[in-house]
Structures are given as structure tokens and as C-alpha cells.
């Protein structure tokens, strides 16, 4: 496994130590690794919601009509 320094702001070591002070996670790397982990859930899944938006083919709808949706919705 390799290591990796990363420099944090007082606020941020904080975070992360109350994270795993907490007992959720067994120590920094555990926390690290799993907030690494999200990320690539997270990116993996905006990749394939562009790709079904690409497949899905041209809309009818403009521009404007889709944020009315949106915001409706919200």
C-alpha cells in the first residue's frame, strides 16, 4: 500500500480527527479511504447520468421549459 502527506488546515485535521475520535472509523487512513471512495461513487455516477442523457436523444423542450421543470420539482 503506498503513503501519501497531505497538508490540512487546523479546522480540517480537526474534522477529520473528530471523524475518527467518533468510532465510525478505525483511524485517518479508514476515514480518507472512504471519503475517496465516495468521490469515485459520486463521479462514477455523473458520468453515466451524462451518458443516459446523451443516449436518451434530442428534446423537444427548450432550454427555459427544462429549469421551469427543474424548479417545480424543487
Do not use: C, F, P
Request: proline fraction near 0%; aromatic fraction near 6%; charge should be negative.
Amino acid at each position: 500500500m503506498a503513503t501519501m502527506n497531505i497538508s490540512l488546515t487546523d479546522t480540517m485535521k480537526e474534522w477529520v480527527e473528530s471523524q475518527t475520535n467518533s468510532g465510525r472509523y478505525g483511524n485517518v487512513s479508514d476515514y480518507m479511504r472512504d471519503l475517496i471512495r465516495r468521490d469515485q461513487d459520486h463521479r462514477h455516477a455523473i458520468v453515466e447520468a451524462l451518458i443516459e442523457g446523451e443516449n436518451s436523444g434530442e428534446s423537444s423542450l427548450s432550454v427555459s421549459d427544462i429549469w421551469q421543470q427543474v424548479q417545480q420539482e424543487n
